[in-house]
């Protein structure tokens, strides 16, 4: 028997401390540990460093939640988005791709709002959006309630050109209000406001997922009439989700070039997504929504997108927080797949 001090190791085997100094490392980590960037990606802060590397996609964040008619909370989102989730890497197994050897990500920071002031809060995600868009560079933006879609996908039109993309929205709700408690800002009205400014034409405007006893019957004539495309939880139920998948795509795409995508977390069912401000039973279930959307970013150029409605604080586990984080995560798998592609085929034209 060899004799050894205490906390001796056997011969050729060492405690291995790795160079723990460097930001690589940091970021490198396990996701509890190291700096609460969004999936671990570097941080950056200034709009010239974000020019300076040309990343192709950035998150931004969004921590509104003074919209919210019922259960706040959504501004912790963010935060936890980058703090909770659990991040095992990022090698696609559906796909295989390695996400990051051919999509650029980096995390922005935040739109820094102001509690309870809509104008200057709505300015400064509309800014910092639109400093991203107009580089060319794709904001992922993580909300928030549903009201900062407003500012976003304009800060998007604004870059690109009104009516240029077309929009598809997953959500158990239409947000097509035209005030909620006089509130032209509130997270049930930002889609109406969208339309009426032209920055997304109505029939190029699809949404997914819609159920339960709410809006009205005077909004959904509305919605008829600016021809926005609908698709009820009802409708998936009985066609399933690839085959509305593919009128969804064509519908959005249909005189555009782009997508945006914005995604309730309270398209899910609150069984799987119980941190959220107005859950509604009979939603979708996380194995639909995440391939959805993988889909989208796979079977048409996205430039802008946002997850919202993560309301942490009303959260068990996690759970919520997690199906969020993934939605993203498939989203940027799936542009991964697109931009490879891409890159193959430019290589095969030269």
């Known amino acids: 028997m060899v004799s050894r001090a205490p906390g001796e190791l056997p011969d050729g085997v060492g405690w291995g401390a790795p160079d723990e100094t460097g930001a690589a490392a940091q970021l490198a980590a396990e996701s509890y540990m190291g700096p609460a960037t969004f999936g671990h990606r570097p941080m950056l802060t200034e709009l010239a460093d974000l020019i300076a590397r040309a990343p192709d996609a950035a998150i931004v964040g969004a921590p509104w939640d ?92 604004m870059a ?44 190029n405007f699809v949404q997914v997922g819609l159920r339960g006893y709410w809006p009205p019957a005077e909004t959904v004539a509305w919605m008829r009439e600016q021809g926005m495309r609908t698709h009820f939880m009802q409708e998936i139920w009985e066609r399933g989700a690839r085959a509305v998948l593919d009128d969804v795509i064509s519908e959005a795409l249909s005189g555009t ?49 946002d997850v919202v409605e993560v309301s942490p604080p009303y959260d068990h586990a996690d759970i919520t927080v997690n199906n969020a984080h993934r939605i993203v995560w498939e989203a940027l798998a799936g542009m991964a797949y697109r931009r490879r592609a891409e890159q193959h085929q430019e290589g095969s034209i030269q």
């Open 66 to 157: 003074a919209s919210t008619t019922n259960r706040p909370g959504a501004r912790f989102g963010p935060r936890a988005l980058r703090a909770l989730t659990h991040v095992n890497g990022s090698y696609h197994l559906d796909l295989e791709i390695e996400i990051f050897d051919h999509l650029d990500l980096v995390d922005f920071g935040d739109a820094l709002v102001r509690h309870g002031l809509w104008e200057p809060s709505a300015a400064a995600i509309r800014s910092r959006v639109h400093a991203v868009a107009g580089a060319g560079i794709v904001p992922i933006v993580i909300g928030g309630d549903h009201s900062i879609t407003w500012p976003s996908a304009t800060a998007v039109a």
């Open 160 to 203: 690109r050109g009104y009516g240029s993309f077309g929009l598809i929205h997953f959500d158990a709700h239409a947000d097509t209000a035209a005030e909620i408690d006089g509130n032209l800002a509130s997270h049930g009205t930002p889609m109406r406001r969208l339309i009426e400014s032209g920055a997304v034409r109505g029939e």
């Open 257 to 305: 070039d782009a997508i945006y995508l914005s995604v309730d977390i309270d398209v899910l069912d609150p069984g799987f997504a119980p941190g959220t401000g107005t859950p509604e039973p009979g939603g979708m279930a996380p194995v639909d929504l995440l391939r959805m959307v993988r889909a989208i970013a796979m079977e048409t150029p996205i430039v802008g997108m």
